[in-house]
């Protein structure tokens, strides 16, 4: 893996100083999802906070697949099932929590499978869990196993009473106080 993050380091060349690391998303089997080039902010009670600048490339595999629009904050949860992300400035969504395994770290990536289900706190309040229709074809298409079908729900339904009420890091103080530290630093 090493070698495709500095492939993916020498093609952005002078974006990336340290800190840069590879933050991958795949689907069940290995199949590629989402990743990309982000900062690794430093880490607190909470986990590793990462940091990806909007203008970033998002990649599928080794072609690039869209440019992010706005500046995206993540934290990487210790053996949580799920990944709370911040869209900064978005205009609709307020916090963006994927599902999915824990994830994994070596010296230079962050990986987890993405296990389709989403909670999503809206800038109006509403907060929803969405793409249960993906999760319910994925099942099929990917031969989830039963164990992690059930492992997956238990997963959603923890992260929405969480998001739900607020707990730390879901009601977005340490998010703060980490978008803060990644606009006054020199790659932001």
Not at 57 to 67: H, V
Not at 115 to 121: A, F, G, K, P, T
């Amino acid at each position: 893996m090493t070698g495709r993050v500095n492939a993916l380091r020498s093609r952005l060349a002078g974006r990336w100083e340290s800190g840069g690391v590879e933050n991958a998303s795949e689907k069940w089997g290995g199949h590629p999802h989402y990743r990309g080039l982000v900062h690794h902010l430093g880490a607190d009670e909470h986990g590793d906070w990462l940091w990806g600048p909007a203008g970033r490339t998002i990649y599928r595999g080794d072609a690039g697949l869209f440019t992010a629009a706005q500046d995206a904050l993540t934290a990487i949860i210790p053996g949580a099932w799920w990944a709370p992300v911040w869209f900064v400035d978005h205009p609709e969504i307020d916090l963006y929590v994927n599902i999915n395994t824990p994830a994994v770290r070596d010296a230079d990536r962050f990986v987890s499978t993405d296990l389709d289900l989403d909670v999503i706190r809206f800038t109006d309040g509403r907060v929803e869990v969405v793409d249960r229709d993906e999760f319910e074809l994925h099942q099929v298409q990917y031969g989830y196993p039963d164990h992690i079908v059930v492992r997956t729900e238990a997963a959603t339904a923890e992260a929405l009473d969480l998001v739900l009420r607020r707990v730390a890091p879901f009601d977005g103080s340490a998010a703060r106080a980490w978008v803060d530290r990644a606009r006054a630093s020199t790659f932001s």
